[in-house]
């Protein structure tokens, strides 16, 4: 069998909890090859930019990390500047958020160019290479330059706008040879496919040669939708787990007179928490009697700090919470408990389950594993409902939640009234059915569909069995 070797900017030592339940499914894969994950250690180094910084290698069970630091500066334009000023908000149709002016593209460049190099020297004939999301569009086009003749495939998980909106990036035509320039381009959602498929058709004259498959830029590639999933059987036994256990209670003691909503969120504008507090605030205008019964915790886990954007909408909710808190609180019930800070993963399943109601109202998301998650750690018997919004990825799956428009703040506040008041047994149908959809395309599914085409699509062209999972 081939090594499977996972390229992506952050990386987790697939071993302990608190990296996840995409790291455990990936760090699956790799045990089972004994394979390769690469990418930035999170660390920064004072050195100047150009120093040629090593790999470190460490082994985690069968799993060997390799990883590298960044300078500064390359930290600046490859992250902060490149990926998160510029790709992240067009890729979730924010062009007004972007900042296309301040040349970080070469340091985006540099980097991909160094993790090229770098893993050169690691890979082996016979390696299988999966690059994940939009810091490491250009790798597969730096690798094939040194002479890669690997199977490479790339995972998008962020959305992919209309042609539309992802020409307006300067050097859009760069970006889109370079994802085209891998074997197997995998995306969260149809929406995201078929936005894809429109610009290859649109900007490049693709030819459709059927099954997924394009001729564009010289060469052939195949494109799919493979919804992201969570590892349900994994979130379950955490949510059995003492800590989510000891959440569970002290929640349940603390509300006990009050129906709990939840938000669990990265501090992020794509998540739409302003828009979510405002039809929060307008269920409690609407509806009085709710000012008795329902209590909104939001966490807000610190984000990207050094994007000032992401300074911006902190302080919008700051000044939001405060707002809704100082006009509806009363001496013993504040409406909103806001929390910039991250909850361990251990205890989230303990705070979804003790919630009635989960708000997951992004503007734009390339799937949400809190949707999920919320999903997976319901009592069957007694579940709560989910409020989602349609411009999630998870919307195109999870058809039997409550689907909203998060800029409707109307229409909002309405579906999270219909959520606190709906019976217990169209909760229980619908829980059911989404349980389902979440055990049917989880993680595994997810790595097993993907990397099965990879391996296919090679073995169909060499005569090869790559990869058998
Ligand atoms: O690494 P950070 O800059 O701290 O950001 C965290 C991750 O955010 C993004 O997550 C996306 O992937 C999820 C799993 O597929 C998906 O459910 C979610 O909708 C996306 O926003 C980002 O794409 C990751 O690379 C980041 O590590
Ligand atoms: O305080 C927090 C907030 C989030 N998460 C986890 O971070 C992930 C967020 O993934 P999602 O796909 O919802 O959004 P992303 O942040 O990747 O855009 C989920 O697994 C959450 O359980 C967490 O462990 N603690």
Redesign the pocket.
């Known amino acids: 069998m081939s090594r499977l070797v996972v390229v992506s900017?952050?990386i987790a030592d697939p071993r302990k909890t608190a990296a996840g339940g995409?790291a455990v499914a990936l760090g699956e894969v790799l045990n089972n090859s004994g394979g390769l994950w690469f990418g930035w250690s999170g660390k920064l180094v004072d050195e100047p930019v150009g120093t040629d910084l090593p790999v470190h290698k460490q082994q985690a069970g069968p799993v060997t990390l390799a990883t590298m630091d960044l300078t500064r500066e390359d930290y600046e334009a490859y992250y902060v500047g490149y990926s998160?000023g510029v790709l992240w908000p067009v890729l979730h149709y924010r062009l007004d958020l972007a900042d296309f002016d301040a040349g970080y593209i070469e340091g985006y460049r540099r980097v991909n160019q160094t993790f090229a190099r770098k893993l050169m020297e690691l890979l082996r004939p016979d390696d299988i290479v999966w690059v994940q999301?939009y810091h490491l569009i250009p790798l597969a086009a730096e690798l094939r330059a040194l002479g890669c003749q690997q199977r490479i495939g790339f995972f998008l998980?962020?959305p992919l706008p209309p042609p539309l909106i992802f020409a307006a990036i300067p050097g859009h035509d760069w970006l889109m040879k370079g994802l085209c320039s891998y074997d197997l381009v995998g995306f969260?959602s149809r929406a995201d496919l078929d936005n894809f498929t429109r610009y290859i058709q649109d900007e490049a004259h693709a030819q459709d040669l059927g099954e997924g498959r394009w001729r564009v830029f010289n060469r052939t590639l195949q494109a799919g939708a493979f919804p992201?999933g969570i590892d349900v059987k994994e979130f379950e036994s955490l949510a059995a787990g003492a800590e989510s256990m000891d959440m569970f209670e002290r929640m349940r003691r603390e509300y006990s007179r009050r129906k709990l909503l939840v938000g669990v969120d990265?501090l992020d504008y794509s998540k739409g928490l302003p828009q979510r507090l405002r039809a929060f605030r307008e269920l409690l205008a609407k509806y009085p009697e709710s000012r008795k019964s329902a209590t909104l915790i939001q966490i807000a886990s610190p984000?990207?700090e050094d994007v000032s954007a992401y300074t911006d909408i902190l302080h919008e909710l700051e000044s939001l919470c405060g707002s809704i808190n100082g006009n509806y609180g009363e001496l013993d019930w504040m409406p909103v408990r806001y929390m910039h800070r991250t909850v361990a993963r251990a205890r989230l399943p303990g705070l979804y389950r003790a919630s009635r109601v989960a708000l997951v109202t992004p503007l734009r998301?390339?799937?949400?594993?809190v949707a999920k998650e919320y999903i997976a750690a319901q009592d069957p018997d007694d579940p709560g409902v989910l409020v989602l919004s349609r411009f999630a990825?998870a919307a195109e799956q999870l058809k039997e939640a409550l689907l909203v428009n998060p800029y409707d703040t109307a229409g909002t506040a309405e579906a999270i009234h219909v959520a606190l008041e709906m019976p217990l047994e169209e909760r229980q149908q619908r829980h059911q059915a989404l349980l389902a959809t979440i055990r049917k395309a989880d993680v595994h599914w997810w790595c097993d569909s993907y990397l099965h085409l990879l391996g296919q699509a090679e073995a169909e062209e060499s005569g090869t069995p790559w990869l058998r999972l």
């Open positions: 900017n952050r995409l998160n999301d998980h962020i969260q992201i990265r984000s990207r998301d390339g799937m949400n594993l990825g």
